[in-house]
């Protein structure tokens, strides 16, 4: 089993930064790709980024090219998520998910385990 555990989310101005970071524990992800989804209200889980499991290759959403770089260690079993010039409409829950495949996947149902999400908000 794998237990994801994101971190770093909070409550940002327009043109600000966030790092979002997901500890995963119960077993090593070294071998898992891993992605970031987000969810707003009232709307589906969407796709953010994903790395493959030796950070070699990596994959975003038109949305967040760019500005989002996905990034991990594997020593520290740690994803990480650096947000830059972020926007209102990026406000949502974001998520950390955990493939049990060395390939990234963008749907939600390319992932075997998922975090509890962490809250990012953005103000105009």
């Known amino acids: 089993q794998v237990q994801l555990v994101e971190s770093g989310g909070g409550l940002v101005q327009a043109g600000g930064s966030l790092r979002l970071s997901c500890a995963a524990s119960g077993r090593t992800v070294s071998n898992y790709a891993m992605g970031w989804f987000r969810q707003a209200p009232g709307k589906e889980r969407e796709f953010v980024a994903a790395i493959s499991w030796s950070g070699g290759s990596t994959y975003y959403a038109d949305s967040v090219k760019g500005r989002f770089t996905i990034s991990r260690d594997i020593a520290k079993n740690t994803v990480y998520l650096q947000m830059n010039s972020l926007k209102p409409e990026d406000t949502a829950v974001y998520y950390c998910?955990?493939?049990?495949?060395?390939?990234?996947?963008?749907?939600?149902?390319?992932?075997?385990?998922w975090g509890q999400g962490t809250q990012v908000t953005v103000s105009s």
């Open positions: 998910a955990a493939r049990a495949t060395p390939g990234y996947g963008v749907r939600t149902h390319d992932y075997n385990y």
